[in-house]
């Protein structure tokens, strides 16, 4: 009898499951185009082939609205928009019960946008498409319809051709219709995924576990990479609907057009080899989206490149590490606005949501400022993470241990908390045997470039992000371990002894360096959006940097209303009481460092920035003198006010 009931709730649970995971899977195919191309014919024959429900978009227009068609009059948009959101409804209601196909004209980009509301990663398009002479003699001779064919006109005027659907010519039977139909939609993938570290692979099990088809790809290397996506897609049951290849030509064959494939390979050179071997069996308006850390340069180089060859590139920064790619990263797309549609049902369904529930992914602007806003998190990300590292060396030479360093990080989760606050904690509670692992590692910090491209880039636009310069200085500085050692015996260090400062000093002093790491952060960004024209929304870019990604923080949710209103935070008279009240421990924590001879280099930049940024007369005059005395450079005179440029003979 126990063997029995625990076989049943095993069944059962095997059978929410499969339910779950059909209705997961559950699309509305919608057949639109002008009328008489066929949809009706079309639909019925598909759903009947398909065994789903049949509706037709006709049916469920008002009697105003027939009764204005009949009597010659063409409908507004006005007119269809309670139609069009009547249609959105019945498909929700269809897709939880099963799939379905509808039939509509759905002529503009608009209709479509109206019916995709809330569902866009469930509709499939298909759109039947001829000449105005093929379809016009069709409706004449067409019995009974209640749209005149003088009417058709108006609709071929305003048609807009949808990119993102399959295109059917109706010069074709019905039944090969049907079978192109079934062949793209139903047996080839919605979208693929193009190489399998471990990041690819986290993006692949989120697709598939949010119900998407998918197809993966992983080159094939002989004794070295055989076989990684078959063997990928047997290790995890959401996988069993996914498509596993190692042959390009295969990969791209298995994808419904127009094909969306996201590249997850190392940024460089590797990223303009596999264009190049993509590009072949691409078709015209496919679309390829780079998910890696690669240059925002060289992603518009690649964008304008492949614009000539009609292929779509979208540059996406992906933050949120191996976790976040499973569970829902923050995703930073950008290049042309349309083709982005195209995917962003996939990208805003699998990436982290708000509180407000709302995806952590936002088309950021053209060309390649997806990549930069990346780069930027980077660096930002950089800088947070040197300044833990500082204010935990600091415990530790107050005579903290790990346990109670992890005791004090945890304790400042109520004003100051964010992911790396508590993987940081998590760190310090990590043992090894009798002693905690953070005293087994070797204090070398490595890094992958994009630190290194936050401050070139702050340097071309002549922003001065020095926080992050210090920190990526700082990792430079940390691996030269063997010079360190020896400088270390040359060099006598004060006794720390007598190191006076409270743990709320320490706390105030790293939210004091927040905040002015977060100032240049968004000043970098504010400075690209002018230079090149992207008219970035800083407001949205701190919204979806709130869940998924590395540097999400109880800040960056303040932020959000902040910039709503200024680019410069320190301009807001929150943000500037909170920096005069914090600075007095700020500068107690810098000076005794400095006093007694620890490495502090974030904290102690972000006072001189700070001093530096509001100084009413700097020292840059006597800089200005400096340039003329030797190069003629010439300056400017505060006793004048025409701008023009003086000259002094010094000798």
């Not at 196909?101 to 398009?125: G, M, N």
């Not at 047996?187 to 598939?208: D, I, Q, T, Y």
């Not at 660096?379 to 030479?397: D, H, K, T």
């Not at 005791?407 to 790396?420: E, H």
Request: contains cysteine.
């Amino acid at each position: 009898m126990l063997k029995f009931g625990l076989k049943k709730r095993l069944w059962e649970k095997v059978q929410n499951l499969t339910n779950k995971t059909k209705k997961a899977l559950n699309s509305v195919i919608f057949i639109i185009g002008v009328s008489g191309c066929g949809k009706s014919t079309i639909g019925k024959l598909l759903s009947q082939d398909l065994n789903i429900p049949f509706f037709d978009g006709d049916d469920f227009h008002s009697k105003n609205n027939i009764k204005k068609m009949a009597s010659g009059q063409s409908l507004n948009d006005e007119d269809r928009h309670d139609w069009l959101e009547t249609l959105n409804h019945l498909a929700k209601k269809q897709l939880t019960k099963s799939s379905c196909v509808i039939v509509c004209s759905a002529l503009k980009q608009t209709y479509r946008d109206i019916l995709s509301i809330d569902i866009e990663s469930k509709i499939k398009w298909v759109h039947l498409s001829g000449s105005f002479e093929e379809i016009y003699n069709r409706i004449n001779s067409r019995p009974n319809h209640f749209m005149p064919s003088e009417l058709l006109k108006s609709q071929f005027d305003i048609l807009e051709s949808p990119k993102e659907a399959l295109q059917i010519d109706i010069s074709l039977t019905p039944e090969n219709i049907i079978k192109t139909i079934k062949n793209e939609l139903m047996n080839k993938s919605e979208f693929g995924l193009f190489g399998l570290g471990v990041m690819g692979k986290s993006l692949c099990r989120n697709l598939a576990n949010n119900g998407f088809k998918i197809s993966m790809f992983n080159r094939h290397i002989d004794g070295e990479e055989e076989d990684v996506a078959k063997n990928f897609k047997t290790q995890f049951s959401e996988l069993s609907n996914a498509r596993a290849f190692d042959r390009i030509s295969s990969f791209v064959a298995s994808l419904q057009r127009p094909r969306k494939i996201m590249l997850m390979v190392n940024a460089g050179k590797t990223i303009d080899y596999v264009i190049e071997d993509l590009l072949s069996h691409l078709s015209e308006n496919d679309i390829l989206i780079d998910g890696g850390n690669s240059n925002y340069i060289k992603t518009k180089e690649r964008f304008e490149y492949l614009k000539t060859r009609n292929i779509h590139f979208i540059g996406a920064g992906v933050s949120g590490g191996e976790e976040g790619a499973l569970k829902g990263p923050s995703i930073m797309p950008s290049g042309d606005l349309e083709a982005y549609k195209s995917v962003q049902p996939f990208l805003e369904t699998i990436s982290a949501k708000d509180r407000n529930n709302l995806p952590c992914c936002t088309y950021v602007g053209p060309e390649g400022s997806g990549h930069f806003i990346k780069m930027v998190h980077n660096g930002i990300e950089y800088v947070e993470m040197q300044l833990l590292a500082e204010v935990s060396a600091i415990l530790e030479i107050l005579g903290k241990n790990p346990d109670e360093i992890a005791n004090i990080i945890d304790s400042w989760k109520s004003t100051a908390n964010s992911y790396l606050l508590e993987i940081t904690a998590a760190i310090f509670r990590k043992k090894e045997g009798n002693d905690w692992l953070i005293h087994k590692i070797l204090d070398k910090a490595g890094n992958k470039g994009t630190g290194n491209w936050t401050t070139m880039a702050s340097a071309e636009l002549g922003v001065p992000s020095t926080l992050i310069a210090s920190a990526l200085f700082s990792r430079y500085i940390s691996f030269y371990k063997a010079e360190r050692l020896q400088l270390n015996k040359k060099f006598i260090k004060l006794n720390t002894s007598e190191l006076i400062m409270t743990t709320n000093d320490i706390l105030e002093a790293y939210q004091f360096s927040r905040i002015i790491n977060h100032y240049q952060g968004f000043k970098l960004m504010t400075e690209a959006s002018k230079e090149f024209s992207w008219n970035l929304n800083l407001s949205e870019i701190a919204r979806i940097w709130t869940s998924g990604c590395i540097i999400k923080s109880a800040l960056m949710q303040d932020l959000i209303v902040v910039l709503k209103d200024t680019s410069n935070i320190l301009t807001n008279p929150q943000i500037i009481d909170i920096v005069n009240q914090y600075r007095p421990s700020a500068k107690r924590v810098v000076s005794q460092c400095v006093l007694n001879d620890i490495t502090i280099p974030t904290l102690s930049e972000a006072i001189q920035f700070l001093n530096g940024i509001t100084t009413k007369y700097a020292s840059a005059n006597i800089i200005q003198a400096q340039r003329d005395y030797f190069g003629a450079h010439s300056y400017q005179r505060l006793d004048d006010d025409s701008l023009n440029s003086h000259h002094t003979n010094w000798n």
